[in-house]
């Protein structure tokens, strides 16, 4: 029988509450979204929080909503509403590829998007989305210096500051994840699992804005694979100005194979992984140039 | 802490420790069995219930997130000795062997029927896809669904009409009843 070790519990009333509690409190509170991740987390006791504050009645965290040529995506947003955000596939259908192979449909009910990242485990898929849309995030705080009103922006690839952690520091909350929408996008995910359900074996996301027949600008998002940020700068860098081509691709997808770090684990060797990493870099910029060019895919 | 939860359209409180689990709490202090507890890592799904209108797996969720929400367990499905055509489903087309993971994907199939009331089989594989049935009788599960869903509505009504829909869903079942009690299993 697995039960969380003795907590505290505070039912958070708005944001504000929210950081006033996590104030509170100290160091040792956590935010308890979805629980998804944190409930088994500390059902294993590896997480051992004091208080938990719940922000579950945050209604104003939960909204996909496309404002000042951003997607904007609250951090309470449950996965199974970013899969039915039309807005969401519309302008990056990355997010709808990597929500489909996300857990299964009964987590992807009520674990969070902003969960998700937080808990950044290295085998998460939308940190890879994210890195590869480049989005920032949005963090709340009880405010200092570079940012009186509590609020400050972080790149996708600044968030994580390595396994389980991420810049999202004691008193501070995730509260939104901002896209920038440009023309002449396309984006997708490709993930190799071994069931349903399970983290991936490998995956990896791509999004491109063509400028003509040329490589405008790049994305690359690879997960569980040790790529550093979860993003493949190398490969993205090799792309800019290259011909939209599948020679292009082919040598994005080995220089993305090349620069990440796998583990051997009980899902599978690192030769393996590193394989995938390239593969499914090539398929997933294979299919988001489709888009970009408004074909089906 | 003291938590009120509406289980079924009936109001619980107790009071209880902020770590525990939702399974625990219906089962062991509302006595509420028909959910089970399976294998604890939300990976299997016999702990599904419905957290206002929304399947979750009950062992992943504390039962202080249930505070003043309302809970659907297997044991709301029958109404005035009337099973669920979920239920009825299961029992004619064989979807049940030893019955650990039933509770679970019927109120998971119920769900899926309300909002989609035709469903393909490939759409009720999806729905269950993150339920396990040990004795993998999955065709027949598959089977009791789609006989469910030439069925009608739940004989609950619509769960947000909960309560005040009784009387009006009772005449509609009444009138239901009579065709589909000859219907052979799909």
Redesign the interface.
């Known amino acids: 029988?697995?039960?969380?070790?003795?907590?505290?519990?505070e039912?958070a009333s708005s944001v504000g509450h929210a950081l006033s509690l996590l104030a509170r409190y100290g160091p040792e509170a956590r935010i308890?979204a979805g629980?998804?991740s944190l409930?088994?987390m500390?059902?294993l006791r590896l997480a051992q929080p004091e208080t938990?504050v719940?922000i579950?009645g945050l209604t104003e965290l939960s909204y996909v909503e496309v404002t000042g040529g951003e997607l904007r995506i609250g951090a309470l947003t449950r996965h199974?509403q970013l899969l039915d955000s039309a807005a969401a596939g519309e302008h990056f259908a990355i997010l709808h590829d990597a929500e489909k192979v996300i857990?299964?449909?009964?987590?992807r009910?009520?674990g969070t998007v902003g969960g998700s990242l937080c808990q950044a485990d290295p085998s998460e898929d939308l940190s890879a989305a994210f890195a590869a849309l480049k989005a920032v995030m949005v963090i709340r705080g009880p405010g200092g210096p570079g940012h009186p009103d509590g609020s400050r922006t972080v790149s996708a690839r600044e968030f994580h500051t390595g396994p389980y952690e991420t810049v999202v520091a004691a008193g501070e909350m995730l509260t939104e994840i901002r896209i920038p929408i440009s023309p002449g996008g396309g984006s997708a995910y490709e993930k190799v699992g071994r069931r349903?359900?399970d983290w991936p074996v490998g995956a990896a996301g791509a999004a491109i804005w063509l400028a003509g027949d040329l490589v405008g600008d790049a994305g690359i998002g690879l997960t569980a694979v040790g790529a550093r940020q979860f993003a493949a700068p190398d490969a993205e860098e090799f792309l800019r100005g290259a011909p939209a081509t599948e020679d292009s691709f082919a040598r994005a997808g080995e220089i993305a194979a090349e620069h990440c770090r796998p583990v051997s684990d009980q899902r599978g060797p690192a030769d393996y992984k590193r394989h995938l990493a390239g593969e499914l870099t090539v398929r997933a910029l294979r299919r988001a140039l489709r888009r970009a060019r408004g074909e089906d895919a | 802490m003291q938590i009120t939860v509406t289980v079924n359209d009936v109001a619980f409180t107790r009071e209880v420790e902020p770590r525990l689990l939702l399974i625990h709490f219906l089962r062991d202090d509302l006595g509420l069995t028909g959910s089970h507890w399976g294998c604890d890592t939300s990976n299997c799904g016999a702990c599904v219930v419905w957290l206002d209108e929304t399947p979750v797996k009950s062992c992943t969720v504390l039962a202080a997130m249930a505070d003043g929400r309302r809970v659907f367990t297997v044991e709301g499905l029958e109404r005035g000795g009337r099973l669920d055509p979920v239920q009825e489903g299961f029992a004619r087309c064989h979807g049940l062997q030893c019955g650990f993971c039933t509770p679970g994907m019927m109120l998971t199939a119920r769900w899926l029927l309300d909002h989609n009331p035709d469903p393909s089989a490939e759409q009720i594989r999806e729905a269950l896809s993150g339920q396990v049935c040990r004795c993998t009788g999955y065709e027949n599960i598959v089977r009791s669904v789609r006989w469910a869903a030439g069925q009608g509505v739940a004989v609950r009504g619509s769960p947000a009409e909960a309560g005040g829909s009784a009387e009006a869903g009772g005449s509609a079942e009444a009138g239901g009843s009579a065709e589909t009690d000859g219907e052979a299993p799909a």
């Open positions: 029988m697995q039960v969380p070790a003795h907590v505290e519990y039912k308890l629980g998804h409930i088994p500390m059902k938990l719940d579950n199974a857990a299964d449909p009964i987590v009910n009520w349903v359900g």
